[in-house]
């Protein structure tokens, strides 16, 4: 693939690699200090989301397509159909086991005397409570699992392949700085989570690279944005 990447390239990853996200989080750190998240706040909060990750991933592909790269470059593909797939369910399952031990060990370790519903409001006061949230909420699980993906895996992978940058071997930077990137983004969660979330884009990375298939990180990457959301409104039930 001629000339990537090029100067236009570079831009794009200091500004959504490096600059909206810090922006980002240093807005959401202050919202989630300041902002009681009612039902109606969650709401547009997941609307706000969805709408900043569209127009993201808007500019990454308008680009893509205007400088007439082939799809096939951030493996782009019309069907699930996957490279490699014995290894690719292998990472599969290796990182479903570890977000199943996560969520178990994190649902042991609420505080005594602390109800679910604070334990919530501490860590992740945006999770949905209420049925009648889940349609904005599962517009956010989409647009994350969809948009992220094109920006996190299908761009900024590519972007650190070796072969698009006269390098050979392992593509060790393509998998570390793009998960750095992603996990700082999450910041304002604490940095327990930007370590669980540097570890999860790690794997889907790595599930991108031997897959060669989008599509299955954006199917994982949505699933485990709404079981979050579904496992919170269990636990407040229960």
């Known amino acids: 693939m001629a000339e990537f990447p090029n100067l236009f390239d570079h831009v794009l990853v200091w500004i ?10 240093v807005q959401s750190r202050q919202g989630l200090d300041q902002i009681t998240f009612t039902e109606s706040v969650r709401r547009r909060f997941y609307l706000a989301n969805s709408f ?9 592909l308008i680009t893509w397509w205007w400088q007439d790269r082939p799809w096939s470059a951030m493996y782009f593909k019309s069907s699930f159909s996957i490279q490699n797939p014995g ?3 292998a990472i599969v399952a290796l990182l479903s086991l570890l977000y199943l031990s996560d969520i178990l060990h994190s649902i042991k370790q609420v505080k005594k005397g602390q109800s679910i519903e ?7 006061p945006f999770l949905p409570r209420y049925p009648r949230e889940l349609p ?5 699980c989409l647009s994350a699992g969809v948009f992220e ?3 996190y895996r299908g761009y900024l992978v ?3 392949r070796p072969e698009y940058n006269h390098d050979t071997g392992l593509p060790f930077l393509a998998v570390c700085a793009p998960a750095v990137l992603f996990s700082l983004a999450h910041y304002y969660q604490g940095w327990q989570a930007v370590i669980k ?4 884009s790690v794997l889907l990375a790595i599930i991108f690279l031997v897959s060669q298939n989008i599509l299955v990180v954006m199917l994982i990457h949505t699933s485990i944005d709404l079981l979050g959301g579904l496992l919170a409104m269990k636990l407040l039930r229960d």
Do not use: H, K, N, R
């Open 136 to 140: 904005a909420y599962l517009l956010m």
């Open 87 to 89: 290894w690719t369910l």
């Open 16 to 25: 959504f690699g490096l600059i909206i996200p810090f922006m980002s989080g």
């Open 52 to 60: 900043f990750l569209a127009m993201a991933a808007s500019v990454i």
């Open 197 to 200: 979330i540097f570890l999860l």
């Open 118 to 124: 604070q334990a919530l409001d501490e860590g992740t």
């Open 158 to 160: 590519t972007y650190f």
């Open 149 to 151: 993906e094109i920006i």
